[in-house]
């Protein structure tokens, strides 16, 4: 409190799951994301955090006072934060998780970030209908992308300038889907752990568009990768 300079008081909080549901919690304005998560999903807290829009919240930030300052309207999310889709397995006997896991799957889904062949997508859609949740989660791991945050469209710089690409971030990765001149795809994918040094600044001073810089090891030789996105 001290070092806010702000007194604590009562305030309602509005947290959405991925099917755009919300819950409505009754927290004190100094309440933590750590403290809020472990009541919104006690036990779960490990596996699932808030985000905003465009970042995570800390565990040690405020998120109502953080809320209240964004200049954009944003709103809170609860979502499983983890890389590794395997760790699904761990949370699917408990029924609180378990919705937690398959309403963002489905939303996933509905917004395209996951690439699901046409069988593939008949049998989620037949998994779906019959309301077998376990099955869809487990149909969904085969799929490319399942898990990974797909941001809006950016601009990518590597081999040349100019180009649109599908940025998709998981599991270690950044995958890069690269539209073409000839409107063919072309995918590229950067391990994390092959990356020396990142930065990031916005463009030409253009406070909506930041241009994430990051030196990546291709055969030896260390490249600079530029991406410019609005997020």
Not at 23 to 31: C, F, G, M, P
Not at 78 to 107: F, G
């Amino acid at each position: 409190q001290d070092t806010f300079k702000i007194q604590t008081q009562r305030a309602f909080l509005d947290f959405y799951l991925a099917d755009d549901s919300n819950i409505r919690l009754d927290i004190q304005t100094l309440d933590t994301a750590e403290g809020i998560v472990e009541v919104i999903s006690p036990n779960m807290s490990v596996f699932f955090l808030l985000f905003t829009v465009v970042k995570k919240v800390r565990d040690f930030e405020l998120p109502y006072l953080s809320l209240q300052s964004m200049e954009l309207h944003c709103k809170l999310e609860i979502r499983k934060w983890y890389e590794d889709p395997s760790l699904d397995i761990l949370l699917m006997d408990c029924r609180a998780s378990l919705n937690l896991l398959h309403t963002q799957a489905v939303q996933e889904v509905e917004r395209n970030w996951v690439k699901p062949t046409e069988q593939q997508m008949q049998e989620l859609e037949f998994l779906q209908k019959n309301a077998n949740k376990v099955k869809f989660l487990g149909q969904i791991q085969e799929m490319q992308f399942y898990g990974y945050i797909q941001p809006d469209p950016c601009i990518y710089d590597y081999p040349e300038e100019g180009y649109s690409a599908d940025i998709h971030i998981g599991n270690g990765k950044i995958n890069c889907c690269i539209t073409l001149p000839t409107n063919q795809i072309k995918e590229v994918s950067f391990k994390i752990n092959r990356l020396r040094s990142w930065w990031s600044a916005t463009k030409d001073g253009k406070e909506d568009t930041l241009k994430l810089r990051f030196e990546y090891n291709y055969s030896g030789t260390w490249h600079w990768i530029i991406l410019y996105t609005k997020q």
